[in-house]
Structures are given as C-alpha cells and as structure tokens.
C-alpha cells in the first residue's frame, strides 16, 4: 500500500485528495505557489513546500519542481488531481521514470486520448459510434471547405488537442468558415501549443452525457453509470447531475458496455470518463475521454456509495477493483452546481476579490467541496471556482428542491458569484422536466430575469436603511429599537427582507 502522496494540485480537489488519503491513513504533502501560502490544502496536509510564485507556469505546471519536492519529501507518489499536470503524458512518464507511482492512466492512453483525431479512429476500430467528422487534422482551408460541405451544415472546428470549449467554433454556413478556422487555429495554439483542428458533423439539440469508468492493472473494467452534464456555458459545464433524466435501462446497459469497450481499446487504467454526444432520437456517439477524475465525480459518488478518489489510490497501489459490473447500484439522485467567481449578469465574466463573508448551506443531502475560507481571495492567476455544492435526494424532483435550498442558504459577499444562475436553473421548467440539451443557456437563459431580480434587492436594501434610520431617529437617541436589531441580527438577508416587508414592500 502507498504510505505517501504528494498532491500535485490546489484547492477543492487538493483538499478532497488529502482527505481520502487522511482517511486510508496516508501521509499526505501539500505544494503551494507564493499566492496559496495560507490556502486551506496546505493547512490540511501532513508537509507543504513551496514551488514558486503565483502564475501556474510558475508553479503547478512545474513538474520537474514537484516531482524534486516528491522525492525529496520522500513521497511514494502523486495524484495530480484534475487540471494542471492530469492530463500531461510527458509529466506521467517522468514520474514514472523517477520511480514514483502514478495515480492516473498509463502514459500512452493519456496520449492517444489527448488527441482528439487519434481518440476517433481507436474507437471506430472498436466498434464505439463516434459523430461523422474528419479522420485526422485538416490544415488547408479549402480542403476544409470541401470536407464541411460533405459533412454537411452545420458543422463544428475543434482542436486536436483542445479540450474545455477551447478551439472550437460551431459554423452554420460556408461564409463563415475561413474567420471561424482561423480563430480556432489561433486559440488552439495559444491554449494547447498545437494549431492542428480538425471537423465534426454539429448535432443540434444534443445532451451531453458521461459514463464514469475505471480499470485495474489486471483488465478488470467497469463503469459507474453516467452523468448528465448538458448545461454548460461557453462549452464548458455549470450543472451535472447523476443518473440522466433521459436515461434508460436498455441505453444504459448499451452505453456503459459503450463506455468499457472504449477504456479496454486504449489499455486504460484506473478512474477515466467517456464522454458521448446522444441525439433526439437518442443514438449516441463518443466524444471524448477525459484521462483523469473529473470535476462532477460527486455526483457519481453519491449515487452509487464509492468513493472514488480512495479507489484512484488503491488501484495505483496493486490492488484489484473490489466491485463487478452487477455490483454497482444507481440508488436516488444528484446534483451539482458548480459556483464561480463570474457575473451571471454579464456575459459570466470572472471577478476577483476577497471574500469577506462565506456561510455555506449544510443540513441533509448536502455536500460541498470547496477550497476557499472566509477571508480567501480568489485571484486572477487560477479558475474562479468557488465551490462544488451537491444535493442528493431519492429522487431527481427532491434533489432540485433540496438543490434550491441550498442555494438560497448560501451566503456569499466580497465577489460576485453564479448562484443566481444556479437557482435560475433550478426554477426553469424545461429542466425541471428533464427537457433540455446542451444549447439550454443560449435557449432559456434569461438575463434581465436576474437584473429585476437584483434591482428588487437594491430597492429593499434601500427600504430597509431608511426604516432603520427612521426608527433610529424615533428612538432620540440615534440607534435602532429592540425589534429592527433583532431582524437585522437575523441570518445574512432575512432580516433585510423583513425591514422590506414592513416598509411597505410586497
């Protein structure tokens, strides 16, 4: 059994590693660039060191620093969480090479899943439906235009080596293709040092559905049933949820032997997502692989009762995967808002600032992950994600409602934050029906919703402060009666809302 990991990451998803290996009693070694000093993974691991400062290229995305750290705080491995380093083959080779233990996938299945060209054509020889689309990279401009019109409009530019709505460009029509490929091209280099695209038939009103699945060192695979991750922004995901609303048994069963047949096709090994694109009509066709653990793997956690991150660590160690297929249970629902630092009322462009007042929900059902404290500053050099908050329930009705309790528990000040968005997706019917596709923000996302709603708590606010005063001055003596200090003692917001109430608002 490995005695020692260094967490090669930041944040929520170092602080989830560290608390998996806590509890397997693993000792545990934190590093932090000069920005995260103070940050909460630090404080929770067993060792931290330094690597640098603030910018990633700095720091996480040194790998030669990090792997001298693991030796020299005699580590017998490294999981590199998600992001940064997860999915760099050379950093996985030379971690290997450095005789540490990977908590990953084999180098070569991280390469030939990194390439999105390389990816199609292994799964095609498998047999895995992929969306019709070009074979390799496409370089020249009018061979892509030969190859769209053959598609057929509308279609989509990827990047080869893009992943997170990098590099990608949906085209409608051919006039627009020479601007769209140029862009594409420029923000791949810029974002993965590769300007090779390449094209794919645009499925309209598609979902966007994951299957969880992992492998041992001994061809065991299995997988955990899937995610519904349709709701994005900007192609990238803003609430998952577990299992699909629209799934079935029959599609189910057919996707995850889908799912299998992909991971043992690239000689995988331990936790990987397949992702598929699924139709109206419900056919499917795969995507991508995404070489590590992801972002959404709570909700998958909470449906089924593994812990997948202790799972990641017993794998790397040796040991068999304890579960078959007909072991694996789906039981209830749930559902992950993903909360950023962004301003759902304008275009979610991302703020920084200090927080200055952070209460998270709790009660039953709920979870959070999160690496930020009261206090913390979120900063321009990392992702703006706040937190990870899940509801789970017996049902999917019951996990929205709980979902939306918890939101409006939630109290946050000092940044802007998505939780408006979160609670307006919680509210919207077409995803309370469970109808809804990858194209839901542009279809129902309703700005000025939330500017009325915001103009409605600028008024109380307003409201409130002059009924204080009001009272204050009745008084003689320049301070608020008993009764107005006790609603404003109320928790963050209600005692606003009373003042509001009684000032006239209704």
Not at 105 to 118: F, L, N, R, W, Y
Request: with cysteine.
């Amino acid at each position: 059994m490995i005695q020692k990991i260094l967490v090669a990451n930041r944040g929520e998803i170092a602080i989830r590693v560290i608390r998996a290996c806590h509890e397997l009693g693993i000792t545990t070694v934190a590093v932090y660039s000069d920005i995260d000093r103070l940050a909460q993974h630090v404080q929770l691991a067993d060792e931290a060191y330094n690597i640098g400062p603030a910018p990633a290229s700095e720091s996480y995305l040194r790998g030669d620093n990090i792997i001298e750290v693991a030796k020299k705080s005699s580590a017998d491995a490294i999981h590199p969480g998600y992001g940064f380093l997860s999915e760099n083959p050379d950093f996985a080779r030379e971690v290997e090479n450095s005789g540490l233990i990977w908590i990953g996938p084999p180098p070569d299945a991280i390469t030939s899943m990194g390439s999105k060209t390389e990816a199609r054509a292994i799964m095609m020889k498998a047999g895995v439906p992929v969306v019709p689309g070009t074979p390799e990279g496409v370089e020249d401009d009018q061979e892509a235009k030969r190859l769209a019109n053959e598609i057929g409009y509308p279609v989509l530019i990827k990047a080869a080596m893009g992943g997170g709505g990098k590099g990608m460009r949906v085209v409608s029509r051919e006039s627009d293709l020479a601007d769209s490929l140029e862009g594409a091209r420029r923000e791949s280099m810029s974002a993965f040092g590769s300007p090779i695209i390449y094209l794919e038939k645009f499925i309209e009103r598609s979902r966007h559905i994951e299957f969880q699945v992992f492998a041992d060192n001994y061809g065991n695979v299995v997988h955990f049933g899937e995610r519904e991750c349709s709701i994005q922004r900007r192609h990238q995901k803003v609430v998952e949820e577990a299992p699909s609303p629209v799934m079935t048994p029959e599609l189910r069963s057919e996707m995850g032997e889908a799912a299998v047949a992909a991971a043992k096709a690239c000689g995988y090994r331990n936790a990987g997502t397949v992702e598929f694109i699924v139709d109206q009509d419900r056919k499917y066709y795969f995507l991508e692989m995404n070489t590590r653990l992801q972002v959404e793997h709570p909700v998958t956690e909470m449906v089924t009762g593994v812990d997948l991150c202790k799972l990641q660590i017993r794998v790397a160690s040796g040991e068999k995967l304890p579960y078959t297929q007909q072991d694996i249970k789906i039981s209830g629902h749930a559902i992950e808002v993903r909360l950023y630092s962004e301003d759902s009322l304008n275009n979610f462009l991302p703020t920084t600032g200090r927080v200055r007042y952070l209460k998270p929900p709790d009660g039953f059902g709920i979870r959070e992950d999160s690496g930020l404290r009261e206090g913390g500053e979120i900063s321009i050099h990392y992702d703006p994600m706040i937190s990870k908050l899940i509801a789970w329930d017996h049902d999917r009705e019951g996990a929205i409602k709980r979902m939306k309790r918890a939101l409006n528990e939630y109290h946050i000040t000092g940044v802007r934050t998505t939780i408006p968005f979160g609670l307006f997706v919680m509210e919207n019917e077409s995803f309370r029906k469970g109808d809804f596709d990858t194209s839901f923000v542009e279809r129902e996302f309703d700005v000025n919703m939330l500017l009325e709603q915001e103009k409605s708590w600028e008024k109380i606010a307003a409201l409130a402060a002059a009924w204080k005063r009001h009272e204050a001055v009745s008084n003689g003596n320049g301070t608020a009666s008993n009764n107005s200090t006790k609603a404003i003692n109320n928790e963050p917001g209600k005692g606003w809302k009373m003042l509001g109430r009684e000032a006239g608002l209704r």
